[in-house]
């Protein structure tokens, strides 16, 4: 199982972009301290985690790697800033390709239960009971771009802003990086009175319905696109339901989420 398993879930190719990123191993003069250990072992365990959606301490034994080790290395990797850097890294080969469609973005967000930790709230409409809001932006097409996570009892609108800012620089076909939409698209829970202004000010125009007045289903013909990245995103069972007590971590498992996802993308162009 381990073989092909470790194949299946992190190929050569995404490998490929995944070693130059991992920060270096630095032992320490004094001895002792953490050991070397096989990284793609690691980054196969922590995948098989998102995927599977067990816990830790379940981690299977074919993989080559303690429990222990495969945590400690995901955190220190979460804390270093590793998956944003390789959700990047997969956009940028993306959008060399031509393949990041600028013409509008897409927000949309969804809830999940969570057990305890922090970034999560009351939920309004679920009998106050405890989750987290995961945010997406995406592209025209329902290409993950930028993430957030915060307590199901944060107004939609409040991410609008965080999100935009965090579109990253990602690479074009031609001409310079890009991370402006020509557009963004979202539903009356994301109007707030000066958002507009604030997505215009920046050059996007702002496609935000209006309580009261317009309908939310005139999104529709672009809402399915976010709806289905969102559906794509729970395809990786540890997201379903939230049991991490840092929403960093909660959060570092989003973003490797929306890379494999971008990866599944980028594969089908390579073969």
Known sequence: MGVGLSQRLVPDELWSLVAPLLPPFASRPQGGGTAP???RAVFTAVVYVLTSGCAWRHLPET????????????????????WR???QAV????GARGEVDWTSAIV???SVRAKRGSLTGRNPVDRGKRGSKLHVLSDAQGLSLALGVSGTNVHDSQALLPLVLGIPAIRSRRGPRRRRPGRLRADKAYHSADRPKWLRERG??????????????????????IERSISWLFGYR????????????????????????????LAKLTT
Do not use: N
């Open 37 to 39: 250990v096989d990284e």
């Open 63 to 82: 993989f080559g790697v303690s429990p222990a080790t495969a945590h400690r290395r995901f955190s220190a990797w979460t804390r270093d800033g590793l």
């Open 85 to 87: 850097r390789l959700h």
């Open 91 to 94: 956009l940028d080969e993306l």
């Open 108 to 110: 949309d967000a969804a």
């Open 204 to 225: 996007i125009v702002p496609r935000i319905a209006r309580p009261g007045i317009e309908s939310s289903e005139r999104l529709g013909r672009h809402r399915w696109k």
């Open 238 to 265: 540890r997201l379903t339901v939230r049991y991490e007590r840092k929403g960093s971590h909660f959060l570092a498992f989003l973003g490797l989420a929306a890379t494999l996802t971008c990866y599944k993308k």
